[in-house]
């Protein structure tokens, strides 16, 4: 099994907002990615997990906040984002940090008005 | 900084012919792996290919192959007997085990294949 889950699939939310993006997967694997890709673009790395702790912030503004409460799951804490956010977010996981092959889910469509 | 470069923004192929996107990157490290991830319109991205730096020998799957050139930094993915579930935007995208940057995806930008009945 190489599923990685993510919800919601959709999300629209206003400026003054605060939402979560959820992300899970029961591979085993021990590094966790967050990706934002705008469309026809390819994604951009946000954040790494490995271990469940925060490896790599790829200069990402705070009104995006990473969290890893356990080696299944990650979200994506979601405060007073700009129109320019919006974008589809990815989550990915490899067996650990390096190598390894990334295994995508399907993403959250954020829409910001 | 390690780059990586996919020149054929679009491409088409009659289903049941071959065709063949290119990829180029750069580095100075000498132990990485790239990959060919392929996403459907609004679908997943998963994984095509992968090749390890150290193989000499190209990776194969099923009707995928690469061309992979190490000393050109080139790494081509040829479809064969091309269907119509391949039209996807194809990435190109490459990753190092050194350093702060390790497990790192950088990807090319993409060449969207098209493919006709």
């Known amino acids: 099994d190489t599923e990685v889950t993510q919800t919601p699939k959709h999300l629209v939310m206003g400026m003054t907002n605060k939402k979560s993006l959820k992300c899970e997967q029961h591979?085993?694997?021990?590094?966790m990615y967050w990706y934002k890709q705008k469309a026809k673009k390819p994604p951009e790395l946000m954040f790494v997990?490995?271990?469940?702790?925060?490896?790599i912030n790829e200069s990402v503004p705070s009104r995006f906040s990473p969290e890893c409460p356990n080696s299944s799951l990650l979200n994506l804490h979601l405060h007073a984002l700009q129109p320019e956010d919006s974008a589809l977010y990815l989550c990915?996981?490899?067996?650990?940090?390096?190598?390894?092959?990334?295994?995508f889910g399907p993403g959250t469509r954020l829409l910001v008005l | 900084a390690q780059t990586v470069t996919q020149s054929q923004p679009e491409m088409s192929v009659q289903e049941a012919e071959t065709v063949t996107l290119s990829c180029t990157y750069d580095?100075?490290?000498?132990?990485?792996?790239l990959f060919w991830y392929k996403q459907p319109p609004s679908r997943q991205m998963i994984l095509v290919i992968r090749?390890?730096?150290?193989?000499?020998q190209n990776a194969t799957e099923n009707r995928f192959s690469v061309n992979f050139q190490k000393a050109a930094k080139s790494f081509s993915l040829k479809i064969s007997d091309s269907q119509l579930g391949d039209a996807a935007m194809y990435f190109c995208?490459?990753?190092?085990?050194?350093?702060?940057?390790?497990?790192?995806?950088?990807f090319g930008k993409g060449t969207k294949l098209s493919v006709k009945p």
């Open positions: 995208a490459y990753t190092s085990n050194y350093g702060g940057s390790q497990g790192n995806l950088i």
């Open positions: 580095t100075s490290e000498s132990d990485y792996y």
């Open positions: 591979m085993g694997h021990r590094a």
């Open positions: 990915a996981s490899s067996y650990i940090r390096g190598w390894e092959t990334q295994y």
């Open positions: 997990y490995s271990y469940e702790k925060l490896s």
């Open positions: 090749q390890e730096a150290y193989k000499q």
